[in-house]
């Protein structure tokens, strides 16, 4: 679909989704189409099942929702004009008259650094009518970037919730606090759930952008603490000004300390706009973040880190030192905060190489493989890195060096004898990465390869055991 086709969202969509962390949008298929498409999916459901991750081949109505020029503006805006969809997708079902837990989705697991920067989303898509009483998505406006729940009880006050008509959808930062909702009617409840993935920075605005300067939207949830620096700073990132806030504020050291205590503050907010603070003051913030990184307490270490992401330069020589440390989540913490730092860290990249390549310990190196792809300079090094990684005994590190190769392009290719051997591997998200990463890195090496895999495992989604041959 070509970007004339698209509908971009607004600057004040985008203000919106970068406080409350979440759009409800609409898409205009006919009546038909949606309860075409729900016969699809009960049929589906009831004769064999869910499908999982082959929900988009089972149900090929379903493409037409992602091809769909509001669904693809939206992503567009929040990821770039070449997103990816995740290999991951899942059709949930809800008949439930109890609301769901709380949560935050995995990536492989929960010991991931979540990024603060779009560079996931989710689209949860109904294909039928939703009202309330059918139990829709609920979400936690302004939760996206909390590690923890920052609300007590389970029917909190402010709880948004994705209900309309048929084709209503939820555009999430991937990273929100959100629950099922109760279904007090009994009745199928479908909600689609797919995954995206940014694989380029920003270099511009990719939405309607027609006021550049950030100002926050005209109205938000009372629910929403307020986080100034940080939506600035992700506005900013968001349309290709790295390292904006960096140094835009003068502190002594004196004065970067009594705000680095806040980073202890058993208030989740309180203690990342202490950090968002710190990473705009300079050589004195980030002395003060570093030491944080140090600390006992892997919360206040966390926290530090981002603000260490966003310090620019200035923080890149106290992130490779700690590099060297004893304590895992140290070392995580700072391999993070190097990749957000992007090509501003490059001189980090052969010590990084060294972990991933040395590393016994997992999660480090699961870290690595992330942050060198957001680095991506020099590409060959990378590039050669992430290779290896695909032949990396732990299969998280396997499937995410393959998801990272698909930011290199044609840089790449000199990836793809490992990848093809990858197409071959025991997990199902590394074979789907190495062949998304195929696609993305595009020369003809590559196609040859791709179009040999997808011809050999092609599927037909009208076979099925009720209908094996014919018509």
Same mark, same amino acid.
């Given at each position: ?7 971009? !969202? ?40 869910? =499908? ?79 009202? @309330?009483?059918? $139990? =829709?998505?609920? @979400? ?31 555009? +999430? ?10 279904? +007090? ?12 993935? &940014? ?30 620096t940080m939506w600035k700073e992700t506005w900013n ?21 009594? /705000?680095?205590?806040?980073?202890? %503050? ?35 270490? &966390? ?5 260490? *992401? ?7 020589? $106290?992130?490779?030192?700690? !590099? $060297?440390?004893? #304590?895992?989540?140290? @070392? ?14 490059? *001189? ?16 480090? &190196?699961?870290? @690595? ?22 032949? %990396? ?24 004898p490992a990848l093809e051997i990858a197409l071959e591997?025991?997990? &199902?998200? /590394? ?20 179009? #040999? ?19």
């Amino acid at each position: 679909m070509t970007s004339q086709n698209k509908v971009l !969202l607004t600057d004040e969509q985008m203000r919106t989704f970068i406080t409350e962390g979440f759009l409800i949008l609409q898409t205009d298929f006919s009546e038909e189409f949606h309860r075409s498409l729900s016969e699809q999916l009960n049929r589906v459901y009831q004769e064999e099942g869910n =499908p999982g991750n082959n929900l988009l081949p089972r149900v090929r109505d379903l493409q037409k929702v992602f091809d769909h020029p509001i669904v693809t503006g939206a992503l567009t805006s929040v990821l770039g004009p070449n997103y990816m969809m995740h290999t991951h997708r899942h059709g949930h079902f809800n008949a439930s008259p109890k609301a769901g837990g709380w949560h935050k989705d995995s990536y492989w697991g929960y010991k991931r650094m979540r990024n603060h920067h779009p560079w996931w989303a989710m689209v949860m898509y109904f294909p039928q009518d939703t009202p @309330v009483e059918l $139990g =829709p998505t609920g @979400v936690m406006p302004g939760t996206q970037n909390y590690d923890t729940r920052t609300f007590e009880s389970d029917d909190v006050e402010g709880e948004a919730v994705a209900s309309g008509k048929a084709g209503t959808f939820a555009l +999430i930062h991937y990273d929100i606090w959100h629950r099922s909702t109760p279904n +007090i009617l009994g009745q199928p409840r479908f909600m689609l759930k797919f995954e995206f993935m &940014r694989t380029e920075a920003p270099a511009a605005p990719s939405w309607d952008c027609i006021e550049p300067e950030w100002k926050q939207p005209a109205s938000f949830s009372t629910s929403i603490v307020e986080h100034e620096t940080m939506w600035k700073e992700t506005w900013n990132w968001l349309s290709g000004r790295l390292g904006s806030v960096a140094n835009t504020a003068e502190a002594d050291e004196a004065q970067a300390n009594a /705000v680095a205590g806040q980073l202890e %503050d058993a208030f989740e907010p309180t203690a990342l706009n202490a950090a968002y603070e710190l990473g705009t003051m300079g050589k004195a913030g980030v002395q003060a973040l570093v030491k944080a990184l140090h600390h006992e307490n892997v919360k206040v270490s &966390r926290k530090a880190a981002y603000g260490l *992401s966003i310090a620019g330069a200035e923080a890149v020589a $106290g992130l490779e030192q700690a !590099l $060297g440390d004893q #304590r895992t989540e140290t @070392v995580v913490h700072a391999v993070f905060a190097l990749g957000e730092l992007s090509h501003l860290a490059q *001189s980090a990249v052969p010590k990084l190489v060294a972990l991933l390549n040395g590393s016994t310990d997992v999660v480090i &190196r699961q870290a @690595v493989v992330d942050a060198l792809s957001l680095i991506k300079k020099p590409a060959a090094q990378v590039v050669e890195a992430l290779t290896a990684g695909l032949k %990396d005994e732990d299969v998280q590190v396997r499937f995410m060096a393959a998801l990272s190769l698909t930011r290199f392009g044609a840089e790449a290719d000199s990836a793809v004898p490992a990848l093809e051997i990858a197409l071959e591997d025991e997990n &199902r998200y /590394v074979r789907g990465h190495a062949a998304e990463a195929l696609h993305y890195i595009g020369t003809s090496s590559a196609k040859d390869v791709l179009i #040999r895999f997808l011809l050999n495992s092609r599927w037909c989604p009208t076979t099925t055991p009720q209908n094996t041959f014919y018509p």
